[in-house]
């Protein structure tokens, strides 16, 4: 019997003022994913050049003008396909995603249990006292009008930034449709409803 090849994981992080924060989310994932693409969004801050030297699995790619969270990540994702990923991982860059947790973003997607999947805050109670009261509220409305609008009922927290998808769902979509702003979670999440993808929550704390 042939052996499975393991899937290629690739990370995107785009980059805004992130010069402080985001060598340090950079170096927290790095040995847990093949490669990184690190998008700096036209930042007026050292955000690129604070990358400089990170090594050949670190990539480095400017925007001239600033796109936003939803554009910096499009350009990411473009990037790592074009890369040969079987699997890619958006995180932000101001270290709100656990590096530990990213196993259980990725397991149900080795195993084609999932075509996406998403971390949900909202199973861990305790742990979402980290929130803001007015951001908990926001987001506990803002979940329900998407799933109301998407038929994504199974996705709870959809504004949630640590995400993943498998290589083959992004390229059934049309990605440069997903909106370039802070609702590109959102609009992922009804692009991928509406071409049939499963799209998996996975249960972790809320960190700030």
């Not at 003022?17 to 170096?27: G, K, Q």
């Not at 926001?138 to 799933?147: K, Q, T």
């Not at 692009?191 to 993808?197: F, I, P, Q, S, V």
């Amino acid at each position: 019997m042939d052996a499975v090849t393991p899937d290629r994981v690739a990370l995107v992080i785009p980059a805004y003022r992130a010069a402080a924060t985001v060598p340090h989310v950079v170096l927290g994932f790095r040995g847990a994913v093949d490669f990184i693409v690190v998008v700096d969004d036209a930042s007026p801050d050292d955000t690129a050049a604070a990358l400089a030297g990170m090594g050949d699995d670190v990539v480095v790619i400017r925007h001239d003008a600033n796109l936003g969270v939803g554009g910096a990540t499009k350009t990411g994702i473009h990037e790592a396909l074009s890369r040969g990923a079987d699997i890619v991982v958006k995180a932000d860059a101001d270290g709100q995603m656990d590096p530990a947790l990213l196993g259980d973003l990725l397991e149900p997607l080795r195993c084609r249990a999932a075509d996406a999947t998403k971390g949900n805050r909202w199973r861990h109670g305790r742990a979402l006292g980290a929130m803001p009261p007015v951001r908990r509220f926001g987001n506990l409305l803002l979940g329900f009008l998407v799933r109301a609008a998407t038929g994504a009922w199974r996705v709870f927290d959809p504004t949630n930034g640590y995400v993943a998808w498998r290589a083959e769902v992004l390229e059934l979509i049309d990605l440069d449709a997903a909106e370039d702003g802070y609702r590109f979670e959102i609009s992922m999440i009804g692009l991928l409803t509406a071409a049939g993808a499963v799209i998996r929550d996975v249960p972790m704390p809320a960190r700030y």
